[in-house]
């Protein structure tokens, strides 16, 4: 995905590691060049033991890269305290994105467990995907950023793109304390 991005690339880790980082600036750096804007946010809770503590290695990832000119990749400094993981990014045109969604920290993992990932491509789902991003970037105060206008508005463009052929899956973004509902219910269905 990294490879084919031109325009917007978002990754939600729940931790970042600066050895996974830099295994992955690389791919970052292609779609940097390329013209991407990349946001890395983390969900860490802030509690966290100090030498855990993603918060530190966002910092020091935030002044190497100001340190290298690299103004449009973003590792922002604060916690959305969600335990979300996916990578978004457009596939080379800003009216087509896919997100891949799952149980990988992106950021973190040295992918040596199994994991388990899926890739949407419905314009629709993926703009729900980046709302509750845009909610989440407000952090405990509530306020708006320039950032979370950006997420906003692109929330808004992906939503009103043309949805693909239906296919034979469905999806439902499953949001904190709906899990243990969600779960309950597709248990009786089965």
Not at 28 to 34: D, V
Not at 131 to 153: H, I, K, M, Q, V
């Amino acid at each position: 995905m990294l490879k084919k991005s031109r325009h917007r690339v978002i990754i939600h880790s729940t931790f970042i590691s600066e050895e996974r980082f830099n295994a992955l600036l690389p791919q970052l750096l292609g779609a940097h060049n390329r013209g991407a804007a990349i946001d890395i946010m983390w969900g860490q809770n802030e509690q966290a033991v100090a030498t855990k503590s993603t918060r530190n290695v966002a910092l020091r990832l935030q002044e190497r890269l100001g340190t290298m000119k690299l103004d449009r990749i973003r590792v922002h400094p604060f916690s959305t305290d969600s335990h979300a993981k996916f990578l978004l990014a457009d596939t080379g045109t800003i009216d087509q994105f896919h997100c891949v969604i799952g149980s990988c920290n992106w950021l973190y993992s040295s992918f040596e467990n199994i994991e388990i990932s899926a890739r949407l491509r419905d314009p629709v789902i993926i703009g729900e995907i980046v709302a509750e991003l845009a909610e989440l970037s407000r952090g405990r105060n509530g306020n708006w950023t320039d950032f979370t206008n950006e997420l906003a508005a692109l929330s808004s463009h992906l939503e009103s793109l043309p949805r693909p052929a239906p296919g034979q899956a469905q999806t439902a973004l499953v949001m904190g304390s709906q899990h243990q509902i969600w779960c309950e219910r597709r248990e009786m269905t089965l």
